[in-house]
């Protein structure tokens, strides 16, 4: 690997409500759209942790009454709200426009998630890699299973040091905390 290629920055975009279509109907399985949105930023925060790359999802408030819009910074994740008006896509197509030079003096790696045709077509005609939802859902999926298998834990539940260490030594732990 070249020291530029070590160098560039590694940026992915995602439509969130797009790859929330890609996944099913959150409603039918007896869960809310804001638990949908909650679990798949919990997902693209891990992923980014692990992957060495920013991620920024983006959900549009196309319908919404929202002014103004909102954004949440999670680590390597940034997750954004649109504002009334304001789609996913043109969202998209701005920030693709904001790092187009960082991407043509190939400083920045840009890829965008969507299985929007004329938006992939417009992203890539803007230096980006396109990439539809059903192929983030793979490298997701992927990066789950390397996790699992070399041991990594991530996620919030049952990621803490104490559910690694054998049963006596916790015990043992237990019982200096409380001074026995």
């Not at 999802?57 to 009454?65: H, K, M, Q, R, Y």
């Not at 990439?131 to 070399?150: D, K, N, V, Y």
């Amino acid at each position: 690997m070249k020291a530029r290629e070590r160098n560039r920055s590694r940026v992915l975009v995602v439509d969130g409500y797009n790859v929330l279509n890609a996944l099913g109907p959150p409603l039918e399985l007896g869960g809310s759209l804001a638990d949908a949105r909650d679990a798949l930023a919990d997902r693209l925060e891990d992923y980014a942790g692990f992957s060495g790359q920013r991620v920024v999802l983006v959900f549009d408030a196309w319908l919404s009454d929202r002014k103004q819009r909102s954004q949440e910074d999670r680590g390597a994740l940034t997750v954004v709200f649109t504002r009334k008006g304001e789609t996913a896509d043109h969202y998209i197509e701005r920030f693709c426009d904001d790092c187009a030079q960082a991407v043509n003096d190939g400083r920045m790696e840009l890829r965008v998630a969507t299985s929007d045709n004329v938006e992939q077509t417009v992203v890539f005609g803007r230096g980006a890699v396109r990439i539809s939802a059903r192929e983030l859902l793979f490298e997701l999926e992927g990066a789950r299973r390397i996790r699992q298998e070399h041991g990594a834990v991530g996620g919030r539940a049952g990621g803490t040091l104490a559910d690694r260490l054998p049963e006596d030594v916790r015990r043992r732990l237990e019982e200096m905390r409380r001074g026995q």
